[in-house]
């Protein structure tokens, strides 16, 4: 069976700081692969998505990146973290939209707090 | 791109009530309709979808229905229990070829 694992959980880091969030998914080959923001009360932001290695998409302008160095590895990244970069993240994996069901598939989150 | 619209950001019923939850969306050619249920500090996970060649679907308490002419869709929850309790979303893509955009959600509260 597939499953997806991100890390860390949480963690709170000064303005300024940088940032690496990292997600990976074991059971299946080829993912699409997401990175979503929540924030407080708020609904699910699409931030990034990627459809094979090297291949990023983004959806906001920000000071965040991603890369996926690997086919199920998937980074989000900060050189200098702003407030507003707080937030729950959510790392998720899909089926290659050739072969869609549609369905997407959360890891478990990483709380952020930048102070 | 596409813009999903979702009512009510709170919503509270008695146990045993029905619950109803409305999404709207811009994008005429999205396809592909998913509810996600999101308990507290856990990860959201589907609980129902629906693609734009059905009208309805339901499963056990749940349904969801669709009308593509006024681009809209609601989640119904009928006997609604006290582990209903969660925020959810809605969604729409066009699958295989869109990511999903999310409503920015309901939190639902079933009082005992």
């Known amino acids: 069976s597939q499953t997806i694992h991100q890390w860390p959980a949480t963690l709170v880091q000064p303005v300024g700081s940088p940032l690496s969030l990292e997600c990976t998914v074991e059971g299946t080959s080829n993912p699409n692969l997401y990175w979503y923001r929540q924030a407080a009360g708020r609904g699910l932001q699409l931030l990034f998505y990627?459809?094979?290695?090297?291949?990023i998409s983004s959806e906001v302008p920000q000071n965040l990146s991603a890369s996926r160095p690997q086919d199920r590895q998937f980074i989000l990244s900060s050189k200098k973290l702003l407030l507003s970069d707080s937030g729950f993240y959510l790392c998720?994996?899909?089926?290659?939209?050739?072969?869609?069901?549609?369905?997407?598939?959360f890891g478990e989150g990483s709380r952020l707090t930048v102070l | 791109g596409e813009n999903v619209e979702q009512h009510p950001s709170t919503l509270s019923v008695q146990e045993g009530d029905s619950a109803v939850i409305k999404c709207t969306y811009s994008d005429s050619a999205s396809n592909y309709f998913p509810w996600y249920k999101q308990e507290l500090g856990k990860r959201p996970q589907l609980i129902i979808d629906?693609?734009?060649?059905?009208g309805e679907k339901k499963d056990q308490r749940i349904a969801v229905t669709l009308n593509k002419t006024a681009k809209h869709f609601s989640l119904h929850i009928t006997e609604t229990q006290p582990e209903d309790s969660a925020v959810y979303f809605c969604a729409a893509s066009i699958a295989g070829r869109r990511a999903l955009t999310f409503g920015s959600g309901t939190r639902l509260q079933v009082q005992p």
């Open positions: 629906i693609r734009s060649n059905v």
């Open positions: 990627s459809v094979g290695i090297g291949q």
């Open positions: 998720a994996w899909a089926r290659q939209w050739a072969r869609d069901t549609g369905e997407l598939f």
